[in-house]
Structures are given as C-alpha cells and as structure tokens.
C-alpha cells in the first residue's frame, strides 16, 4: 500500500533515558496540552524528580524518520502516596468514601501525550496500555481536561470512570476530571 505511513513503535523507557531527553517529551507534552514554553520551562524538574518515585515507568512512542526515529509520544507515572502534591490535590477533591476506595497503592498515569501531528492513529491507547500493563496495582488514575476531547474519550473508552468533574488545580484556569480505573484495563464493550 502506498501513501501509509508506518505505525510508531512503542517501548518502555528507562528513567535514565527519559531524564536524559526530558526536554523532547516535555516539548511534546507543550504542544498536546496548548501550554506556553513558560509553563513547559516550569515543568522540567518537577518531572525529573518524578523518575525517582517508587514504581515509576515510562514507554515512548517513536516514529520513523529518514534518520532513524523520532519521539511522538510519551507516557510516565508512579504510586501514588500521601505528601505528594497530586496525590493531596486529588485527596481534597475527592470526597472521603471514594479517596479510601480509589487512593491507596494506586497508579498515577502523570503524563500520557501524542504530539498533536500524530494524534488520531492509535498512538495514544497504545501508550496507555503499554504503560500500566503489569502494574502492581489495583487501580490506575489521572486528571485531565474536563472537557470533550481525544484523550476524554480515549480514557472513558478504555475503561476509566470519573471520580471528580470540573476541579481545578492551581496554577491551571482550566477545570480537570479525575478518573480511575481498575487494573488490568478492561475496555468498555459498546
């Protein structure tokens, strides 16, 4: 077939490598989120402190390139734990019955993007699933924009339920949805 482009290849990251390129993951997770290069700046070494939180894993996405192979798409989380800053937001947000349900041992997926140039092939499940595929966990949880989106759909589709609508964290004007999902994923059959 002509005209197709190949799909990304998907693989798991060692922190070491993802520290050393943190700057190309966090230029993809710029362009996915709509943040300013400020915002991106400020990121970096909260993300790099992440790397070293018990049960922390990473998988990439590359593309193929006429050099090789480039980074589109990247994922990263970590257990969660009473003092880390999520964590506590999430605590706050959630009422007391569905934080000793949903909290304890669970797995935060911090980051899952697609450069917006490669978005709408797959790359984005792909990632999810490659990231939290074994975790030692009972659940998995993230936020992300509370609003009608790829990434909404993606997470309500594959499984996830919301655990809190329209939050808002500090230093984002924007409302996020907190939402769960027990582990392993298990695709919603529609």
Partial sequence: MTGTTPAARVTELPAG??????HEALAIYGAAMGYDASVV????????????????????????TPDGEQLVGFGYGYLV??????????????DRRTAKRWLPGAFEVCELHVHPETQSRGLGRRLLHALVEGVDAPA?????????????RLYHADGF???????HF????????ILGARLPLQPVRR
Avoid: I
Wanted: hydrophobic share 40%; charged share 20%.
């Fill in 41 to 64: 700046a400020g990121r970096y070494g909260y993300a790099v402190q992440h790397t070293e939180r018990p049960g922390f894993r990473a998988v990439g996405g590359f593309a193929p």
């Fill in 17 to 22: 490598w993802l520290r050393d390129h943190m």
């Fill in 140 to 152: 998995a949880l993230l936020s992300t924009p509370d609003a009608d989106t790829k990434a909404f």
């Fill in 161 to 167: 339920v919301d655990l809190a609508r329209g939050h």
């Fill in 81 to 94: 734990a009473p003092g880390q800053w999520w964590h506590d937001q999430v605590r706050a947000a959630l």
């Fill in 170 to 177: 500090p230093g984002d004007a924007r409302p996020f949805a």
